[in-house]
């Protein structure tokens, strides 16, 4: 969105609702723009999630349509759909073949935006209302439209993840970073359609697709079209190993593990028969409403554990 | 004056009070060992100040109590199920088949087709 | 969102994060733990910026920094004397240009070397003056010590150097 874009956005926001509330067709808009636009910048993300905090550093550079990401130890080039992993091992791509269209909830709207400045240069500041709460606050650089600073809050209106960006600069530049030239053979192309058993929806969040997931499992990514996340699902087994010190926390009695990343929270449990992995950026109030309305953790007898390990 | 010992480094860093610095420079005047350890001092001082400054690694992160699943983890946590299902008798469940960096590249590969805050969507894919 | 008085976040983020790296490097010699503690070190402020009255802000930076370090000295349960940077290439990163880094890094050894030989209090003393810039008194809020303490400090870590140095 150009600057008369965003200044038509804030004119029609500030007209059309004076009392703050706006159209989520603004949001729409605004959330489409914040993902176009050439710039190189340099970021922070950070993460505070009850003890558990995360925080990494990033730099981004998109030109001409693409978007390259150094992240701590991987880079990734976006193109498209199409999603290019780099690291010390070389490149791998992968990407889907098909998916449902975007839809924003009706429950976000945006409030009244404020003229400000961030790192020198004219913005806006908007606040994202969830019903009468504030769930995030973005500035949004007034040239670009691209966000500098993002900020999302939980239930209770604390801070809990915090991106920003340090040093930012529009267009693109001279010295482009390498793109990758040649990719290793492990490119993935999944494919819609998988049976998933859980719920169309949970918690305002909307199942929009399933694929099948690796080693047999099924992946099932839900939407609300602000914040988002996949629940793997898989035959039942065994804490995995990388969960097994991550912090356990209960939700209706049943006892979950939660990984904390500057971006995404992992989250494990088991109910009888299957395990359960789900990982998204959905903020913690979200979470708990969302694994209230999946399928519950539990534990299942020993004969019957015995009878599977043998048999099943 | 006697010997002003650690004033000199503080007048050396303009730190000495302004009735210090006047009778330390009436000192210096007739002390040659006073001013050859401001000398030695200054040489020190100097030695450090000219340390290069290094410039921080762009990229970094803290895993506070995360700990971000890797290949080598999921790879061992594949190995450990096989081994537990090779013997039957050790009554543990093997390990749910989840390799967490295919789960978070199947993540992302979604993830992006859906616009989204920018800040955020960038290094979503790399925690 | 602008305020005068108390620095943003990304301000500290930006216009601090070179001195902690450097400052967390002259006392470990190590770049990684240089690396975590600038990330530790701006978590921190995070936190604490919202209930930072203006002040002496840098002194208030600093005493954080200082903290940050010395709990990850103790966590890790060891002095924070780690190996030189020719003894550890795999903490060299080279970043922009290789080998004009590395020739500038290799500049500095002895005198690094040295510095990781003087006591603790000494050492901290003299980078916070020389390679991050405080004055006294400010050092003397960081490490919660009279400026007398911070002066004699400088002082005989300056003279330990010069010892070490010829």
């Known amino acids: ?312 | 004056m006697s010997h002003p010992g650690d004033l000199l480094s503080a007048y050396l860093d303009g730190e000495a009070s302004p009735a210090d610095r006047r009778l330390m420079l009436e000192h210096l005047g007739g002390c040659s060992t006073c001013r050859d350890g401001l000398r030695a001092l200054e040489e020190a001082r100097d030695a450090v100040r000219s340390l290069p400054m290094l410039e921080p690694p762009r990229i970094g992160r803290i895993p506070a109590r995360a700990r971000r699943p890797s290949v080598a983890w999921a790879l061992s946590g594949v190995a450990a199920a096989v081994i537990a299902l090779g013997l039957a008798f050790v009554p543990d469940e093997p390990e749910a088949a989840f390799d967490f960096d295919m789960l978070r590249d199947q993540h992302t590969a979604r993830l992006v087709v859906d616009p989204g805050i920018s800040t955020l969507r960038g290094p979503a894919g790399a925690p | 969102m602008a305020d005068d008085a108390v620095p943003s976040w990304e301000e500290v983020a930006r216009d601090h994060g070179r001195k902690i790296y450097n400052f967390a490097y002259r006392l470990t010699g190590n770049r990684d733990d240089a690396g975590d503690l600038v990330q530790e070190v701006l978590l921190r402020v995070r936190k604490g910026l919202e209930g930072y009255r203006p002040g002496s802000f840098d002194g208030w930076l600093w005493r954080i920094t200082r903290n940050a370090f010395l709990d990850d000295v103790r966590r890790r349960k060891r002095r924070p004397s780690v190996p030189l940077p020719d003894d550890d290439p795999g903490g060299l990163a080279p970043s922009p240009s290789p080998d004009e880094e590395l020739a500038r890094v290799r500049l500095g050894e002895d005198v690094q070397r040295a510095l990781l030989q003087l006591p603790y209090d000494f050492r901290e003393a003299v980078v916070l003056c020389d390679v991050v810039g405080l004055t006294y008194e400010e050092i003397a809020e960081a490490a919660a010590i009279p400026v007398g303490t911070v002066r004699s400090r400088i002082h005989r870590g300056r003279k330990m150097l010069k010892e070490l140095l010829t």
């Open chain 1, 1 to 312: 969105m150009s600057r008369r874009g965003l200044t038509a956005l804030v004119v029609a926001v500030a007209v059309s609702l004076p009392l703050g509330a706006a159209a989520d067709d603004s949001l729409e808009e605004l959330m489409t723009n914040a993902g176009s636009g050439e710039f190189h910048a340099v970021g922070v993300v950070m993460c505070s999630w009850g003890a558990d905090s995360a925080a990494a550093t990033y730099e981004v550079e998109r030109s001409a349509g693409m978007s390259m990401v150094h992240g701590p130890d991987r880079d990734l080039m976006l193109s498209g759909s199409l999603v290019a992993v780099g690291s010390d091992s070389g490149w791998y791509a992968f990407e889907v073949a098909e998916w449902s269209s975007w839809t924003l909830s009706d429950r976000y709207s945006l409030g009244e935006p404020v003229a400000t400045s961030r790192l020198g240069r004219p913005a806006t500041a908007v606040t994202i209302l969830e019903g009468q709460r504030v769930r995030a606050r973005l500035v949004i650089d007034d040239e670009s439209t691209i966000p500098l600073v993002t900020e999302i809050f939980d239930g209770e209106g604390r801070l809990f993840r915090l991106a920003t960006l340090v040093e930012f600069s529009v267009g693109s530049r001279d010295d482009h970073p390498p793109m990758p030239t040649d990719f290793d053979a492990r490119s993935v192309m999944q494919s819609a359609g998988a049976a998933a058993h859980l719920p169309a929806s949970a918690a305002g969040y909307r199942r929009a697709d399933s694929y099948a997931a690796p080693l047999g499992g099924v992946q099932s990514y839900y939407t609300d079209g602000l914040f988002s996340f996949s629940v793997f699902e898989a035959k039942r087994g065994a804490i995995p190993v990388e969960f097994r010190q991550a912090t356990r926390f209960s939700v209706d009695g049943g006892v979950y593990r939660r990984i904390v990343s500057p971006t995404t929270v992992w989250v494990h449990w088991s109910s009888p028969d299957r395990s359960y992995v789900l990982v998204g950026d959905l903020p913690p109030d979200h979470l708990v409403a969302v694994l209230a309305e999946l399928p519950e953790p539990g534990e299942r007898g020993f004969f019957v554990r015995l009878w599977r390990r043998w048999f099943d």
